[in-house]
């Protein structure tokens, strides 16, 4: 049953692409509320536990249904509904381990070189994409500290984001609409199974070695 939350993540995700593909509402409406609920009964049956990430996903299935409507008002509430989705992922992935010095100053750099180029696109979204976009860059830079998988997935997720902000920013691409829900659902798949495979029994950091704590017996008992 577990394989088979991700089997139908599959059949869904290719449903949402499809709709994109075809400009079918429809079965946009049909299929996008569902991937994060999916991945969700997928991250319970394994984890048993309402972490940062089910949290995420929470969040992530009601910026979908913003984003499903039209106009401004849904622009900003599907923003803020992923807003929480990158606190709650990165809340759940500092807590399980440290990404490198490098990690941040990339994605900050990223941060800063990507609002620099929209800023005079943006209008009255600028500050609000200002704040989403840092919550957004640290919480791609806090997954690299758990494992790859869920590291290329807080990149996707990244990338994601900013062809949407591009499309906001009024700048067209060919087949922008569908490279965004490819790199989301991918995001999403890899942040969901890499928090799991990361999470197992025997993964999670131990204590050190006796012979580390009799090395140093001023951290033996430190807190």
Known sequence: MRRSWLVLFGFVAAVELVG??????????LA?????PVLLAYLWQRRRRFDGVAVGLVAATAGDVALLLSGDAAFLAGMGFFLVTQVAF?????RHGRPSAMAWAGYLLAWAAANALLWGMLGPLRLPVLGYSLALCLMA???????????????LFLVSDLLI????AGVELPGRGLLVMITYCAALLL????????SR???????PPAGILRAWPGRAGAS
Do not use: C, M, N, Y
């Open 32 to 36: 996008k509320p569902l991937l994060a």
């Open 201 to 207: 029994p025997g993964t999670e950091p131990g204590p």
């Open 20 to 29: 994109v593909a075809l400009d079918s509402t429809v079965l946009q409406w």
């Open 141 to 155: 830079a806090a997954a690299s500290g758990v494992s790859a998988r869920v590291g290329a997935g807080g990149a």
């Open 90 to 94: 990165s809340t759940g992935f500092l």
């Open 191 to 198: 942040i969901t199974t890499g928090w799991v495979a990361a």
């Open 165 to 168: 902000g591009v499309g906001a």
